[in-house]
């Protein structure tokens, strides 16, 4: 597969820094960063990792969560606010949200010729997705075949989604520092009509890459995180995670195969097996680096569906995204805030600092070995 130096961002009239022609080891020193995927740039500060914290200090609650609680809206049959009541299900359970962010059938606004109050139909449906009856287990706490049964479960709904929507965005958010108001092990898949705008930004940036070098900009990516081993986090036969050479989050990983797949559908049985295997290890080490239910907001990204289910989308490549929040401890997270919002992202941690830590963790669950 051909690899080829990934240029700067070439929009017109933007003024960027130049690239830094050094090798990762020698970036001790802050610097910026290209995101070849948002077509944007990050400022990372490796020496503000030196400095004391005075701020913010989430409290640490290791909640003694029941295995079934008759008030919760998730758990087997319980009525949800709806009035409908949950079936005693044993494995995954799909339902369309009660209070949905999108509706199937709505007006469209009025068109407007003003550019600067310009408004646009917006039609979808917003789903639910239990991963296991239980209310006090997680994905590193579930086997790997109950996993892969919530990775059939994801396919079978973008499958079902994907022939009319446009796109079907499956995420989920853990902790309640991400704003998850259940402990209930949930996703929420959401279909649009529309094409939101991270999408967006991935796939003009991924089809430029591809007119420019005839390879997709991941799988290139793939290549050389294998080659330069600086980032890398886990691996098998057919996946690999990193810390992305951009991250913006202290602890962000990315999950890339290692074969080129366009979307969650393309996958093989073994593939999903061998997915499944990535998902606990991830997020094991993930609750294992500061001893907690480690939150965050993860999802995955590949091609646009509906409409476009048939066209050329050889750009695009399947992967997952997780933005973990914590820094330093858990009690410690990262906010997005002051500079961050009104100029560019910015991080201390660098992203071969993270992968290291990540990479030294043991794969077994703390609360399997009492190590907490």
């Known amino acids: 597969m051909k690899t080829t130096h990934i240029a700067a961002d070439s929009t017109q009239g933007a003024i960027h820094p130049p690239t830094l022609h050094v090798t990762t080891p020698q970036l001790k020193h802050q610097h910026v960063r290209f995101n070849p995927l948002r077509g944007d740039w990050i400022l990372v500060s490796p020496h503000r990792m030196k400095r004391p914290w005075a701020g913010q200090v989430e409290e640490v609650i290791e909640e003694d969560i029941p295995v079934h609680d008759p008030k919760n809206p998730l758990c087997p049959r319980v009525t949800r606010p709806s009035g409908e009541v949950n079936p005693d299900y ?11 962010a999108l509706l199937k059938d709505v007006p469209s606004p009025p068109e407007t010729d003003d550019p600067l109050f310009r408004a646009g139909q917006a039609l979808g449906t917003c789903r639910v997705m239990c991963f296991h009856p239980h209310a006090n287990i997680t994905l590193p706490l579930m086997s790997k075949e109950q996993i892969k049964a919530v990775i059939d479960r994801w396919i079978m709904e973008l499958d079902d989604l994907g022939k009319k929507y446009v796109w079907v965005q499956i995420f989920e958010n853990k902790g309640a520092i991400m704003g998850c108001s259940n402990p209930h092990p ?5 279909a649009s009509s529309f094409m939101p705008n991270e999408p967006q930004l991935k796939d003009a940036n991924q089809k430029k890459y591809f007119l420019e070098h005839g390879t997709p900009m991941l799988m290139d990516y ?10 890398l986090v886990l691996l098998n036969d057919h996946w690999v995670v990193v810390v992305p050479y951009w991250a913006v989050w202290p602890y962000e990983t990315m999950v890339l195969p290692r074969r080129h797949v366009t979307r969650m559908t393309e996958l093989s049985s073994t593939e999903k097996d061998s997915l499944a295997d990535i998902i606990k290890r991830l997020t094991t080490i993930y609750d294992n680096l500061f001893n907690c239910s480690f939150p965050y907001s993860m999802g995955w990204h590949g091609a646009p569906t509906g409409p476009r289910l048939e066209s050329d989308e050889r750009h695009w490549v399947f992967h997952g995204c997780y933005y973990p929040p914590l820094l330093r401890s858990a009690t410690v997270k990262k906010f997005m805030v ?3 919002m009104l100029a560019q992202a910015q991080r201390d941690l660098t992203a071969e600092q993270a992968a290291q830590r990540l990479k030294s963790l043991p794969e077994v669950h703390y609360k399997l070995t009492g190590s907490k």
Not at 90 to 100: L, R, Y
């Open 90 to 100: 044993e494995a995954t359970f799909v339902f369309t949200n009660d209070f949905p």
């Open 186 to 190: 949930h996703c929420q898949i959401w």
């Open 222 to 231: 793939v290549v050389r995180e294998l080659e330069k081993k600086e980032r």
């Open 338 to 340: 002051g500079y961050e």
